[in-house]
């Protein structure tokens, strides 16, 4: 690709002021053909991002055959309509064209990047994709070879099994349970026909939420909103979705495994994206373990006693369940005294909460920081679509520093111990020394 193309689709919009002004930016249109999308007009710079993401994802997938929507999207940009895989991905480097595609456990999501100038071009690869896909012969072996090969290679991943087992542990019997890229036997199971039945299923207009982004006004906007999605069928087909309910709290999992790193990963429940104490939970999860190189854990369990080379923890709200999550990776002989740092921690910080310097300044980094998520094109059109699947309004990004600072230490200590004061799911996977399986 061209340098000077590479660099204008990377580095897209400056919206130097940050979240604030791109939060005055953002406006709610509807297309044409009626199709609902939040926009951000910026007329100066000759690029346009369009991200966009449908309801479904792994959840979707046909039951005994997780992976459907994972190699669905590998496959969406190896042809569709009148070009074959070569021509289609030709097409796109012609003109400096990103199609992205990707599938999690609830959404099947997509991005597009291109210069204003190709944007017609841009338009109708997508829109070939998304209704007219070919899935050839040859394609579709390669990519079903390509994810089969991955999987032998994560077969001893410490990290993948760990993550795996994990998952399967905690919701067994739900689609959460299932790995999202599949295994041997249900990546060789796939047909044609699983994929384009999906497509039909999942590719809808009544659960499709939309950003764009870049040098288009309204009216622009909506045409190519039209152009893109106007022919989806008006509703998905979806099978209901249960609610996820955590197993294995207590319990830790021990899988042996010869290799150099032990890997540990633990989770419990987390708070809901729209409950009253998620923002303290936020702060407070970022002071135990997300801050990367000034958390209690990192501090622990890197800086003072060099366990790990790094250490973590996140707060995941899916549309089916709350987690918080958290992993490190370190010696076999080190995995007990390891684990023992994060419990002592963890019940340090569920039963005192943190301090007021602490809290401090978390709240300047988390304000600080969310700047970057908007520091370029690509960024404010996902920021777009996920601000809406959060349901947070349209001005989110000018209230969310006020909402950080309306937390105070009593709240904070309050959510520590509402969030951390529990029974975690324990997975260790590799050789770790005086471990044994509990519950």
């Known amino acids: 690709m061209n340098r000077i193309v590479a660099l204008a689709l990377g580095f897209a919009i400056s919206l130097a002021a940050g979240s604030a002004d791109a939060a005055s930016k953002i406006q709610a249109i509807t297309s044409p053909g009626g199709i609902k999308a939040w926009l951000v007009s910026e007329p100066s710079v000759p690029i346009v991002a369009l991200d966009y993401s449908f309801k479904g ?7 005994g055959k997780p992976a459907v929507a994972a ?16 021509a289609f991905q030709e097409r796109m480097e012609e003109k400096a064209i990103q199609l992205g595609f990707s ?23 997508l829109r070939l994709a998304l209704t007219a896909p070919r899935f050839d012969e040859e394609p579709v072996a390669r990519i079903r070879d390509q994810l089969q090969a991955q999987l032998v290679r994560n077969s001893t991943n410490p990290n993948d099994i760990a993550s795996r087992r994990w998952w399967a542990t905690a919701f067994p019997g739900h689609p959460y349970g299932e790995p999202g890229t599949g295994t041997a036997e249900s990546l060789a199971a796939i047909t044609v026909d699983d994929l384009k039945e999906y497509v039909r299923n ?10 764009i982004v870049g040098d288009l006004d309204a009216e622009k906007a909506g045409n190519v909103i039209d152009r893109v999605f106007g022919s989806l069928p008006e509703k998905a087909k979806l ?18 495994l010869d290799v150099p790193q032990t890997v540990i990963n633990f989770g419990a429940p987390g708070l809901a994206r729209n409950d009253p104490d ?23 369990v890197r800086e003072k006693r060099g366990l790990a080379y790094g250490i973590r ?37 569920a039963a005192e909460g943190p301090t007021q310097e602490e809290l401090d300044k978390a709240k300047a980094y988390l304000k600080g920081s969310y700047a970057i998520a908007f520091d370029t094109s690509s960024k404010i059109a996902g920021q777009l679509v996920q601000i809406q699947l959060d349901k947070l309004g349209i001005d989110y990004p000018e209230k969310r520093n006020a909402m950080i600072d309306a937390v105070t230490l009593v709240d904070a200590k309050r959510v520590a111990k509402r969030l951390l004061d529990t029974k975690t799911l324990t997975l260790v996977v ?10």
Request: without cysteine.
């Open 57 to 63: 994802g792994g959840n979707a997938d046909p039951a």
């Open 71 to 86: 190699m669905l999207a590998a496959l969406l940009d190896e042809g569709a309509g009148e070009f074959d895989a070569r």
């Open 103 to 125: 599938a999690n456990r609830d959404q099947f999501r997509g991005s597009m990047h291109t210069l204003a100038a190709n944007l017609d071009e841009a338009v109708n690869l």
């Open 202 to 211: 999942v590719f809808a207009r009544d659960t499709l939420i939309i950003g």
């Open 239 to 256: 099978d209901p979705v249960p609610p996820a309910t955590m197993h294995g709290l207590g319990e830790r999992v021990v899988v042996n």
């Open 278 to 300: 998620f923002f303290a939970a936020y702060i407070v999860n970022h002071i135990y373990g997300a801050g990367s190189m000034s958390s209690r854990l990192y501090h622990e």
């Open 313 to 349: 923890t996140s707060l995941l709200w899916l549309d089916h369940a709350d987690i918080l999550s958290g992993g490190t990776a370190t010696r076999g002989d080190r995995a007990a005294e390891t684990l023992s740092l994060i419990d002592a921690e963890t019940k340090r910080m």
């Open 430 to 439: 590799g050789r770790a020394q005086g471990l044994i399986k509990s519950n």
